[in-house]
C-alpha cells in the first residue's frame, strides 16, 4: 500500500437503526440538562455529517447520513473493524467500491453510559473529502454543587484521544486505476487528552499530547505536535465551543473543539475536535474524539495520578 504524494507531504509538514442517534444538527446552542439525544452539535464540529446513529450493544452497529458522496442508501451500515479500534473507541469503515471513497468512523459510548461521541471522514478523492463528528447524553445530567473543598467545583478529566487524519495511502481496491483517481484511506490518530473545567466560573480548557499517527496496523508512521484549547465557556447545559491551537503557539486557531458533559455531578465528558493543521492547505485535516470519565471517581484514567 503506497502512499500518495500528497499524503507524504502531509507526514513531512507535520513531523515537525437501533442504538441512539448522535446528537442533532445546529449552530450551537444547548441540548437540555435532563440528557437524552436532543443535544445540539456545532457546525463547526458536526461540518458535514447529518446523523450518526450508534448502538454498543455487542459488537456494535453504525449507521451514517453523510453529506456527501458516501453510499447509495441515504444512510449507510457501516462495517466493524475492530483492527482499526483504539483503547475505548470502536471502529468502523465503509467503502461501496474500489473505485468510490473510503470511510473510517471512530466512536465511543462511556463506561457510564450517559455519554456517546463520534467521528468519521472519507480519506479524500478529487481533491475534496466529507466528514464530521457527533457527541450526545444518553443519560441525566446535573451540575456539581460548587462548595469549599478540593475537586468539589473544580475538576480534571483524562484518558485516549482518537482521531481520523487525512488523507492516507491509496485504497489499491482498484490497482487498475491511475494514482490520480484512486481514494485514500484515512489513517488514525492517538495521544493522552487532559480537559480541566471550573463550574464556579463556567469555564473549561485541555489538550492533547503523545499524539501520534498510526498505520492500519498500529505502527507509528510519526509524531505530530500537541494541540490545545484556551479557557471557554460552558453554558447553562453542561455545553461548550472553541478554538484548538497548536501547543505553544497561542492566538493561532487551526480549528475547532464542541463538547459536553454528562452524568450525576458533571461525572464525564465528551465531545470532537476538527482541526485543518496546515494554513492554507484544505486537504489535511483531523476529526478527533475524546470522550472521559473525571479523574476522582470510578475508572479514572491512569494519567489521573498522582493529583
Known amino acids: 500500500m503506497a502512499f500518495t504524494k500528497s499524503a507524504l507531504w502531509a507526514l513531512i509538514l507535520l513531523a515537525g437503526c437501533s442504538g441512539n442517534p448522535i446528537g442533532t444538527a ?52 457501516f462495517v466493524r473493524a475492530p483492527k ?23 466512536v465511543s459510548e462511556n463506561a457510564r453510559g450517559n455519554l456517546e461521541a463520534g467521528v468519521v471522514a472519507d480519506g479524500g478523492q478529487f481533491n475534496r473529502h466529507f466528514g464530521g463528528g457527533r457527541f450526545a447524553r444518553v443519560d441525566t445530567f446535573s451540575r456539581p454543587t460548587v462548595r469549599q473543598g478540593v475537586e468539589t467545583g473544580q475538576f480534571s478529566y483524562a484518558g485516549t484521544y482518537a482521531g481520523v487524519f487525512l488523507p492516507g495511502p491509496n485504497s489499491d481496491t482498484s490497482p487498475q486505476l491511475p494514482d490520480g483517481l484512486q481514494p485514500n484511506v484515512p489513517l488514525r490518530t492517538q495521544g493522552d487528552v487532559l480537559i480541566n473545567a471550573n463550574f464556579a466560573n463556567d469555564l473549561v480548557n485541555g489538550g492533547v499530547e503523545n499524539r501520534v499517527l498510526l498505520d492500519d496496523k498500529g505502527a507509528v508512521l510519526t509524531a505530530l505536535d ?30 475547532s473543539v464542541g463538547g459536553i458533559f454528562g452524568g450525576i ?43
Open 265 to 307: 455531578g458533571a461525572s464525564d465528558v465528551a465531545g470532537v475536535i476538527v482541526i485543518n493543521p496546515i494554513s492554507g492547505n484544505n486537504g489535511i485535516w483531523e476529526y478527533g474524539v475524546f470522550n472521559l470519565p473525571r479523574c476522582d471517581l470510578a475508572g479514572a484514567s491512569p494519567i489521573c495520578a498522582p493529583r
Open 26 to 77: 445546529g449552530g450551537g446552542g444547548g441540548g437540555g440538562g435532563g440528557g437524552g439525544t436532543t443535544d445540539i452539535v456545532p457546525e463547526e464540529v458536526s461540518k458535514n455529517l447529518r446523523a450518526i446513529t450508534y448502538d454498543p450493544t455487542g459488537a456494535g452497529t453504525l449507521k451514517v447520513n453523510m453529506d456527501g458522496l458516501t453510499a447509495s442508501p441515504l444512510v449507510a451500515t
Open 84 to 106: 482499526l479500534d483504539i483503547a475505548g473507541y470502536r471502529a468502523f469503515t465503509y467503502q461501496e467500491t474500489g473505485l468510490q471513497r473510503s470511510h473510517l468512523a471512530l
Open 226 to 255: 500537541g494541540i490545545t484549547f484556551p479557557a471557554t465557556a460552558i453554558d447553562s447545559d453542561g455545553q461548550f465551543l472553541g478554538d484548538v491551537e497548536f501547543q505553544g503557539k497561542p492566538d493561532t486557531a487551526i480549528g
